[in-house]
């Protein structure tokens, strides 16, 4: 099996590039920028990542980020996620960066977008993984912020394709940010939101009418409403699944608890992904693993989820079409 898993053309579409972060480059970024840190060394910064639910992982994830300070530590910290890449075959990823996490500390959002970008076109040219970028508003802040990060972002349009909704999750559903994802939409970008992460089933609803999104991040709460469930099964709005993720935020008290596996059979568009990697204990391969032991999944049922991965993704038609034939010359 793991053989087959790694054989595998993945494509991963939810990634925090900030949730990439290992303990290892946090440390040396944080001594290079001269940024005290709560915790002597890098054991004791892993032993911190015991969280109980969400908010528990954000306000560490925001500590983390606060290392990275100049362009060249974004380049360093997508090219640590991209050779990551390289290792699992991973060939093609659709990664989120969080720019309010850093403008709202004095970082130019040039540097934060430069970086990034920069490392993802040494991705496509020395290691041949294609890439596309989400800019994500944090939905804790007001809709006002994510205007004003909108129009910072704009001179910038042509380096990432869509704009995404994350952060605390309860208390803040997606019409909170109806208005700024009805001009994204007039601009021409995808549109994507975490919901049903552990909000509600009515907030992937609201996702869907409100925000009109492309996929869904997350979304394993849709079965708390079986007409969405439905819904999700007509349509083929994809869900951007995040098995370790879910488990590390006790979404699911252990794997073998874990929906992916019905949701797929209900012929869903689930798809497997890592979301912060450096924080729950694994990247794509990992991922892919956790799930075929707890859940006993087959290959056809791993390639199908790598197929659903390919269909969701923002690539163009031909390449997906490619990469289909790799998948199915694995069977
Ligand atoms: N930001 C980074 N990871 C996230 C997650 N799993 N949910 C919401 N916001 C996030
Ligand atoms: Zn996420």
Not at 104 to 129: C, M, N, Q, T, Y
Not at 219 to 228: I, K, T, Y
């Amino acid at each position: 099996m793991e053989t087959f898993i790694h054989a595998l053309p993945k494509v991963e579409l939810h990634l925090h590039i900030e949730g990439s972060l290992e303990p290892e480059l946090l440390f040396t970024l944080a001594e290079r920028n001269q940024i005290p840190l709560p915790y002597a060394d890098v054991e004791s910064l892993r032993a911190a990542y015991q969280f109980t639910n969400l908010q528990s992982f954000l306000d560490i994830y925001y500590q983390g980020a606060n290392v990275l300070i100049r362009e060249q530590d974004f380049y360093d910290l997508t090219w640590a996620y991209l050779q990551k890449c390289h290792q699992q075959n991973v060939v093609h990823t659709e990664i989120f960066f969080d720019p309010q996490t850093h403008t709202d500390r004095g970082i130019p959002f040039a540097d934060v977008i430069g970086g990034i970008s920069r490392a993802l076109a040494d991705g496509e040219s020395k290691l041949g993984i294609t890439s596309a970028l989400i800019l994500s508003f944090l939905r804790h802040l007001s809709e006002e912020a994510a205007f004003a990060t909108l129009e910072q972002a704009l001179p910038y349009r042509d380096l990432f394709v869509g704009i995404g909704l994350d952060s605390s999750e309860k208390g803040n559903p997606p019409e909170k940010f109806s208005r700024v994802f009805a001009r994204v939409r007039e601009l021409g970008f995808k549109v994507v939101a975490h919901a049903g992460e552990e909000g509600p089933a009515e907030y992937i609803w609201t996702a869907l009418n409100d925000l009109q999104v492309a996929r869904i991040d997350h979304g394993v709460r849709c079965v708390d409403d079986p007409a969405l469930v439905e819904h999700l099964r007509q349509t083929r709005v994809p869900l951007t699944v995040c098995p370790l993720s879910n488990t590390k935020l006790c979404v699911f008290s252990e794997m073998s608890e874990h929906n992916i596996g019905k949701l797929l059979d209900q012929g869903l568009c689930v798809t497997v992904n890592s979301d912060d990697p450096a924080y729950f204990g694994g990247y794509m391969e990992e991922n892919y693993l956790a799930i075929q032991s707890a859940l006993d999944l087959t290959k056809p049922q791993l390639a199908q989820l790598a197929r659903n991965g390919i269909e969701a993704s923002f690539m163009t038609e031909q390449r997906k079409q490619a990469l289909m034939a790799q998948v199915d010359s694995l069977l």
